[in-house]
């Protein structure tokens, strides 16, 4: 068994004019929560889909637990769980429905989808609101949703698309609590997301991303100290530093 | 197997969607029933008085079958038919008193009795066409396989007994009927009852409205990424389409039920002598709309675009094919339009079999038309559709 659970190798994707992403190669270790941090635009969000075998690369290579997603993309979504950057749930349907459909299509066999549901909205903090419709939920609750969502394929690499846009702080924190505790079973994690503290907190490895290029690669510390002591630098500093930009422009 | 459960599971979700949205029932179920009723008591109200053509039958026999289907269709109050000599009925067309008539020929008794082939004539003055239209209609329902085909059958059996029906009674009425009309076009024989006209057409009208309003339910998932999840999650494309033509075909079986059932209980609508047949047309409907749905969601790009392409092709084709007021009383030209719209050829289709007694076997063409518009349809949908903005 290899160190890397995903290899991703100069990933190109071209939108029009737009060059998304343009040559970005990195690892994910096991059991490693890896960060992607960036401005809105940089493309994180096309990073993810083209891991996630949704959206086809212009040109570049994925292996995900030893199997290439342009070659098996089946055996490859049999591996990982993808928490989108929009609330991809049915808004109608009640959490629980949510969940036991979208475990269902993974596979889960009808108990054993239900089971998987209570288990996963235990995680997320809330079993007690199962039966109540997706609709009714407050902006974090639905974000915790559609993490509990992600986790129903029971995944080995988990894609979590900037998790926490807009929400409050005690779902921020259920969130965080929860990634800790999968990456303590076994997952390993992509995290993205454009806010300093965030990553510092989560990640053990941090790429910066902007305009479509990985601009720097490392554990938060190291980013830090390429400009100063690390406990008096902030990440904002660095993407300064890194970019001439503050990282909210 | 795999894609068949997928197919099941997402056709299944998608109906308690639908379910949970009173007003997608609202406007799927309640909106035709509305206009239904409406439209129905408006129409009766007027249609005795004024709207009645008069039918001027006439025959050249001097005794036999044809007195009798003559007195029994002028004793029907409701048809209003008037008899006159054959050759007063000429001199009538002739001096413009009448627009025209339909006669029963000389050898029209004998004829039926003896197996032989025997036809009707329709008399009508040239500039009449809703006439004429009416004449025809009325009599390729005497000689279809219709309800007066069947007082044919009841008037021989009462002057000559049983034995004298055509050695094969039951093929009577077939298609290759001994009695035939020349003239192939259908005019309307007045529809006693006005939501035998305004059933079928709303139904057709809703049954595509509703399946075209799910391309923006579809777009909506495309959207907001609940495909690429499932896509990501290991749905396959092929089970995404044909999940989403089954949840759209569950909706139409459920608008058939309620519509057809609120016809034959509220309206008392008549399914004319082929019900099957009726039921059959109507379902075609429902697989041709649903595959129109999932279509346009593969063509369009947006939510927004989703719904405004379904709300304008539903409210175009519905009076384009008919659904608004019967295409046997619109100009030729009119008629030829409703034949690149799936809902002229289910009305006409409805109409043929609800209102001028035809058989399954006189609307297969109709039947294959809906089917084509379904398949080419469907066969688009396969071809466009994505699961995600961008992707495959
Ligand atoms: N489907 C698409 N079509 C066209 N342009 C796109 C599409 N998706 C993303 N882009 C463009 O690619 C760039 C990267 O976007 P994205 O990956 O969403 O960034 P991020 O997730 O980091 O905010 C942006 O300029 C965005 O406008
Ligand atoms: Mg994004």
Redo the contacts between chains.
Sequence with gaps: MTEEFLVAKDLRKR?GDVPAVDGVSFTIRRQEIFGLLGPNGAGKTTII?ML?????PDAGGIEIGGRSVAEDS?GV??L?G?C???????P??SAR?NLV??G????LGSRQAKEAAAENLELVGLLDRAKD?VRKFSGGMKRRVNLA?AL??RPHLLFLDEPTVGIDPQSRNHIFETILRLRSEGMSVLYTTHYMEEADRLCSRIGVIDHGRLISLGTPAELKSAIGPPDEVTLEQVFLNLTGRNLRD | MLVLRQTLLIAAKDTKVFLKDPFGVAFALLFPLMFILGFSLALRNIAPEDEQLAITVATREQEGLSHRIINLLTEDELLGAVVMPYDAAVRAVEEEEIGGFVAFPADFTSGLTEGRPTKLEVVARAGDPELEAALMGFARSVASSSSNTRIALAAIAQIAGPAALPRDAASFGRGGSLLSFETEQVGPVEAFNAANFTVPGYLTMYVFFAAAMGARAIMRERVNYTLERLMSNGARRESVVAGKYLGALYLGAIQLAVLWGAGLLAFGIHLGVSPAAVIVVSALMVLTSAAFGVMLASLVHTEASASSAAVLASLLLAPIGGCWWPLFITPEWMQSLAKLTPHGWANTAFNKLMLFGAEGGDVLVEMAALAAFGLAFLVVALVRFRLSPGGP
């Design positions: 939108f889909r996630s075998t949704t959206l086809e089946v979504r049999a990982i993808v989108p950057q929009e609330l991809a749930l049915y109608e349907l429905d459909f979208f269902r299509m993974a596979g419709a969502a129903m394929s």
